[in-house]
């Protein structure tokens, strides 16, 4: 599968951002997707799921802030983000859940303070 991450970009603190990752070569509806996120110097870590079926699953430091969705009509994946923070600040991977093993380029998200 291929996956494309957009929307990144500079924001300060308290703004929003839509990322956007538009999946092909495989049957997207039925996989499960999430998002993940990379801060300098850290491990890559968990940010949101969506199930194939529609349930949804949030990291602690997201949850009520971040909104993660789906339309599978055109095989993209999407991530709401609201009240950015700096500690926000990383770079954002979409992939399956389990993970393929080739990731995207991912987007860079930077929230000045």
């Known amino acids: 599968a291929q996956l494309v991450e957009s929307g990144g970009g500079l924001v300060q603190t308290g703004g929003s951002l839509r990322l956007s990752c538009a999946v092909s070569?495989?049957?997207?509806?039925?996989?499960?997707m999430g998002w993940f996120r990379q801060a300098p110097g850290k491990q890559r870590e968990f940010v949101a799921r969506i199930t194939s079926g529609g349930l949804i699953f949030y990291d602690a430091s997201v949850k009520g802030r971040f909104t993660i969705s789906r339309d599978n009509a055109v095989n993209t994946l999407y991530l709401r983000m609201s009240s950015l923070k700096p500690d926000d600040t990383a770079v954002y991977y979409c992939?399956?859940?389990?993970?393929?093993?080739?990731w995207g380029q991912g987007t860079q998200v930077t929230v000045s303070s």
């Open positions: 992939n399956r859940l389990p993970p393929f093993v080739n």
């Open positions: 070569g495989s049957d997207f509806r039925t996989l499960d």
